[in-house]
Nanobody, 115 residues
Framework: QVQLVESGGGLVQAGGSLRLSCAAS????????MGWYRRAPGKQRELVAT???????NYADSVKGRFTISRDNTKNTVYLQMNSLKPEDTGVYYC?????????WGRGTQVTVSS
């Protein structure tokens, strides 16, 4: 069983920055993809960014150029550096970790961007 612990959310003014972290622990087999998703108020959960084991990255168009995803395979940790934040970035951010035949979600961390 994998436990995911997210941290780094909070309240920030528009234009500010936050860095999210998600550490995986427990019985972990090989991790392939790590990523971040978010659910804005009244909307469905959507992809923000993913990173493969060889660090191939994929971003939602809405965050390209502002967010950077990275990972530390030695610590089973994924990061999301969020710059130039906008009020529309507000939501609960969820970490997702996946192997070849399994995946797990974190409980989420709230990000609120004030205008």
């Amino acid at each position: 069983q994998v436990q995911l612990v997210e941290s780094g959310g909070g309240l920030v003014q528009a234009g500010g920055s936050l860095r999210l972290s998600c550490a995986a622990s427990g019985t972990i087999f090989s991790i392939n993809t790590m990523g971040w998703y978010r659910r804005a108020p009244g909307k469905q959960r959507e992809l923000v960014a993913t990173i493969g084991r060889l660090r191939y990255t994929n971003y939602a168009d809405s965050v390209k150029g502002r967010f950077t995803i990275s990972r530390d395979n030695t610590k089973n940790t994924v990061y999301l550096q969020m710059n130039s934040l906008k009020p529309e970035d507000t939501g609960v951010y969820y970490c997702n970790v996946a192997g070849s035949s399994w995946y797990d979600w974190g409980r989420g961390t709230q990000v609120t961007v004030s205008s």
